[in-house]
Nanobody, 121 residues
Framework: QVQLVESGGGSVQAGGSLRLSCAAS?????MGWFRQTPGKVREGVAT????????RYADSVKGRFTISQDNAKNTLYLQMNSLKPEDTGPYYC?????????????????WGQGAQVTVSS
């Protein structure tokens, strides 16, 4: 059974930075970060294969966000720089034990509890 525990997030002004962390347990093939925007489904922000480290990013965050992992600590990170008000929302850590590891909700089976990110203008 996979368990995910998120930490980090908070409030920041536009242009600022925040970092999210996700402590994981269990066998995991791929991990990712998703966010929920009002009236929309949970959208993929970034994903990473736990073996090899190949990453994918949503176009809206490329060059600003970085997904990384510390395998020794079984922890996933999302470094968010140059934050914009439209980045506001709850962010969820996700994990999968197989599959395509795409920026798609359906590719992931396990979810963290969510961490709020608020960016003010």
């Amino acid at each position: 059974q996979v368990q995910l525990v998120e930490s980090g997030g908070g409030s920041v002004q536009a242009g600022g930075s925040l970092r999210l962390s996700c402590a994981a347990s269990g066998y995991i093939y791929c991990m990712g970060w998703f966010r929920q925007t009002p009236g929309k489904v949970r959208e993929g922000v970034a994903t990473i294969y736990t073996s090899g480290g190949f990453t994918r990013y949503a176009d809206s965050v490329k060059g600003r966000f970085t997904i990384s992992q510390d395998n020794a600590k079984n922890t996933l990170y999302l470094q968010m720089n140059s934050l914009k008000p439209e980045d506001t929302g709850p962010y969820y850590c996700a994990a999968a034990q197989g599959g395509g590891c795409r920026l798609r909700y359906g590719d992931f089976d396990y979810w963290g509890q969510g961490a709020q990110v608020t960016v003010s203008s």
